[in-house]
């Protein structure tokens, strides 16, 4: 194989310039502001999924199955391409690649919280209500901090498949870490920006990874 640029260690200089200008950026923008949103909303959604109400049970759960059943792809297209024929205005495609990775990752993290809630012993909750807690503060006091424990691997598992998934965004032509990486085999006919792209992957994930196992540990106070 002719390498191009791992051979030239001026043009791999320029290479990794352009990826950190043009592609880690916006990677990094869509997966912090998807996990702001999606993680707050899967929050809310769980507890409508818990509800003894059918008619906030029902809508939601078919939310959940509707969003995880799914491709994420297909669901940013949709949003992009589709809503803007129902709406009377157009969404931007930053904006839309944001939205729907933000309702597909709260159907995930909904799950996942809703078995962090019930993996809460109901004794607990009991106790604090005998204590004089209203309903919210025996959730929040009680509940809430043993569930975000209890979520915390299943939600570092979540983070690093969104952190991969941020390369669907190339869908609407987001100029992220693939897109780029697309652009300079096109444009050089090399393979070496995957490559490229395969090694920003890896960095930027173990870097996530490495801060959701010292959350965990900080966690880890029994």
């Known amino acids: 194989m002719d390498f191009k640029y791992f051979n030239d260690p001026e043009r791999l200089l320029k290479l990794v310039s352009l990826f950190l200008e043009d592609g880690v950026g916006a990677t990094c923008s869509i997966f912090a502001l998807t996990l702001m949103l999606s993680l707050p909303l899967g929050l809310v959604v769980a507890l409508g999924r818990m509800s003894k109400m059918p008619l906030s ?18 669901q940013v297209m949709c949003i992009y391409f589709l809503l803007p024929q129902i709406l009377p205005f157009k969404m931007d495609r930053y904006w839309a690649v944001i939205f729907a990775f933000a309702i597909n990752y709260a159907a995930y993290f909904a799950e996942i919280f809703r078995g962090g809630i019930q993996a809460v012993p109901i004794g607990q909750r009991e106790a604090g209500r005998v204590l004089g807690y209203t309903r919210a503060q025996v959730f929040m006091r009680i509940v809430l901090p043993q569930t975000v424990k209890h979520v915390m691997p299943a939600v570092t598992n979540e983070v690093v498949t969104l952190v991969k998934d941020t390369a669907l965004a190339s869908t609407v032509a987001i100029t ?9 085999v096109n444009a050089n006919y090399t393979v070496e920006p995957y490559l490229m792209a395969m090694i920003i992957y890896l960095v930027l994930n173990g870097v996530a990874s490495q801060l959701c196992k010292l959350a965990e540990r900080k966690l880890n106070y029994y």
Do not use: D, G, K
């Open 176 to 184: 992220e870490i693939m897109l780029t990486a697309r652009r300079q």
């Open 57 to 74: 049970r029902w809508p939601v759960s078919f939310y959940i199955y509707f969003m995880r059943s799914t491709p994420l792809m297909l």
